[in-house]
């Protein structure tokens, strides 16, 4: 049987255009596809050719800010991200306007954590 794979993750943000074009600039993804959604919502898919990231938004006013993820089930912790040069990603973060934290190197890589305007972490690594 062959191995499954993550295709993509879906999370509610407040403006899915914006967080699209942000992940794009930071990671160098590229649209894939945007348009309506459930419950009279709007979604826009940002990632590669082979996975992506759907981002989401309900109709005006039905979102609340998420609670600590570490501390509710079914909460989404972080988002892992592979790019092959650490730093020229932490710069384009930081010229997007986030704070890059929690730097570390461990076997077998390096990685760094950042927080976008919605509150969603992402985790950035590089193996090489």
């Known amino acids: 049987m062959a191995a499954g794979r993550i295709e993509h993750v879906n999370v509610t943000v407040s403006d899915p255009q914006a967080t699209a074009a942000m992940l794009g600039d930071v990671f160098g993804w590229k649209l894939r596809w945007q348009g309506d959604a459930i ?7 940002v990632g590669t050719d082979e996975d ?6 309900g109709p005006s006013g039905r979102q609340t800010p998420a609670q600590d993820s570490y501390a509710q089930l ?10 092959d040069d650490l730093e020229a990603c932490e ?6 306007g986030f704070s890059p934290r929690n730097h570390a190197d461990y076997e077998p890589g390096r990685r ?3 927080h976008d305007g919605d509150g969603i972490e992402y985790e950035v690594v590089s193996y090489g």
């Open 39 to 45: 419950s009279g919502g709007f979604t826009v898919h």
């Open 52 to 57: 992506y990231i759907a981002v989401y938004s």
């Open 74 to 83: 079914g909460g989404l912790n972080h988002v892992g991200v592979v790019v």
């Open 91 to 96: 710069a384009r973060v930081r010229a997007a």
């Open 112 to 114: 760094f954590y950042f």
